[in-house]
């Protein structure tokens, strides 16, 4: 199922002098005195570090971030690859981002994580990283720092856990949570068969086995080459995911010996990689704002918004995973051949020449994987969504784009026309479709404003906006809905998301009203609001700016550096430029 990594052809560029750590180990100095003697006081000789890569191993495990809880145990495995390979471990850990737990959302920190990651990296003797991430924002934020830091460093993904179970019936991490508690709410499930749901849904430590961001998010990373072949598709508590530890501890130290930094891995090429993976997964609408960020920050000022419309249009979804798959979940994906049968079965659309962690092409790292089953992972004339998982949307509404994923809503709403029901915050909407009076029918187009990267704050996972009672009881199971929001990589609807520029910035969607006629064509790539454009102005001339959310903290440094939603969310004063390491400490 999982390939072990061939062995690198890449020459060893490195002598121990050049290693970063030397300049911390090697001096007879005064300072240098202090690290030696401190690392012994720790209870290490010479012999664990001299002349070794010094190894920082990124691990985002806590008490309160169940998809990492096996993070604790698995970081030994890393460990005794590192040790095999003749490098020297240290364990850094760093913040969890578990995202069930916090709030208002764990995207407001992604960038934190970013930073702290690359602080470490930087500030510390580290020659090489690995990555260990998974759950949603970890992995694109360890990516990120590393990207910034510079020195050699691989991904480990956390793999997602086993199969939801309840009554026999097989439950899939957040769609089947949505979709039960509108059942609920509709009446047609009792409160001890919500209970059930509530025992079954998570059944073993790993990430959601939806095809959700976490999922997207870790296949995404493996196919810009910044993971070990098949890593990202392995369950958690399979036996191949140990091994595929040590695995990554072996290889960092190799890595580091031939420089294998993430700006000879993280290609243009890489990155279109990426986004045609991520069609051919049908993957979560976060992908964009994650993979913008990182290939922005890889040095691709030009990648946006078109290379996903491009490859959407080219590349059919193939991976029959919930949500916009059917029936299947990440353990039948892996069964079935997982990410590198995937990336096999689309090798027409990718770059194989592509350079990996490996020391290898993609090419050669899918060379020979098979599919054992067709109906998870279908060939490409026979996908389960013939153009790709998304869209992107254009219009009055949404100059800088918008995004809707055609292949897990109703078709009905691809082309669709209806007035708006305007909500200016989330409390407000979620009371309000409680009320079974309220003037709504299955055309309205429910819109919620404020709640993009700056009005949310941090562009909460809002976007499934929750269907009103009234029609869950008439049968409805969607409707058009939209927002500056994100939602869920497990959520699924006929949901218009990341509407930009924000309306809490003085966007379009600021001035929608209650009534005014939304218009969306998906086929056409179109959204607008059928309003004069006259009128338009004379509610710009009118809109005043909300009040600010932080006046102190990390919350008001988010809100002076923000970037909008089209351009990945990262902070503008993080830009990486490739080149000669700037910044390094002086360690003296
Ligand atoms: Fe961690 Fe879904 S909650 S991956």
Known sequence: MTAQPPSSPLPRVKAPEDLRSARWYGPADFRSFGHRSRTMQMGYSEEDWRGKPVIGILNTW?????????????????????????????????????????????????????????????SLPVDGAVLMGGCDKTGPALLLGAISAGVPSIFFPAGPMLRGNWNGKVLGSGSDSFKYWEELRAGTITDVDWLGVEQGIARSHGTCMTMGTASTMTAIIEALGMSLPGASSIPAPDSNHPRMAAGCGRRIVDMVWEDLTPARVL????????????????????????LLAIARRAGHAGFGLDDFERASREVPVIGNVRPSGTTYLMEDFFYAGGIRALMERIRGHLD????????????????????????????????????????????????????????????????????????????????????????????????????????????????????????????????????????????????VLHVSPESYVGGPLALVRTGDVVEIDVPARSINLRVPEDELARRRAAWTPPPPRFGRGYGWMFSQHIRQAHEGCDFDFLKTEFGPAVGEPLIH
């Open 352 to 495: 194989t020449e592509a350079l990996t962690v490996t020391g290898r092409t993609v090419g050669e790292n899918i060379a020979g994987a098979r599919v054992f089953n067709d109906d998870v992972i279908r060939p490409l004339e026979n996908p389960i969504y013939k153009e790709g998982a998304l869209a992107v949307l254009r219009g009055n509404l949404a100059p800088e784009g918008c995004v809707i994923k055609p292949s897990a809503m109703d078709p009905r709403f691809l082309k669709h026309a209806g007035p708006a029901l305007v909500f200016d915050d989330y409390v407000t909407l979620k009371t309000a479709v409680d009320d079974e009076g309220l003037d709504v029918t299955a055309d309205s187009v429910l819109v919620l404003r404020n709640a993009g990267p700056q009005g949310g704050p941090g562009m909460p996972e809002w976007g499934m906006l929750p269907m009103p009672k009234k029609l869950l009881k008439q049968g409805h199971r969607d409707m058009l809905r939209l927002s500056d929001a994100r939602m869920s990589g497990t959520s699924y609807g006929a949901c």
């Open 62 to 122: 806590s008490d309160i971030n169940p998809c990492h809880q096996h993070f604790r145990q698995r970081v030994e495995d890393v460990k005794r690859g590192v040790l095999q390979a003749g490098g020297f471990p240290i364990e850094l850990p760093a913040i969890a981002l578990p995202e069930n737990f916090m709030k208002p959302t764990t995207m407001l920190y992604r960038n934190l994580l970013a930073m702290e990651a690359e602080e470490q990296i930087r």
């Open 267 to 290: 290609t243009r090429e890489a990155c279109s990689n990426a986004v045609a993976v991520a069609m051919a997964m049908g993957c979560s609408t976060n992908a964009l704002i994650h």
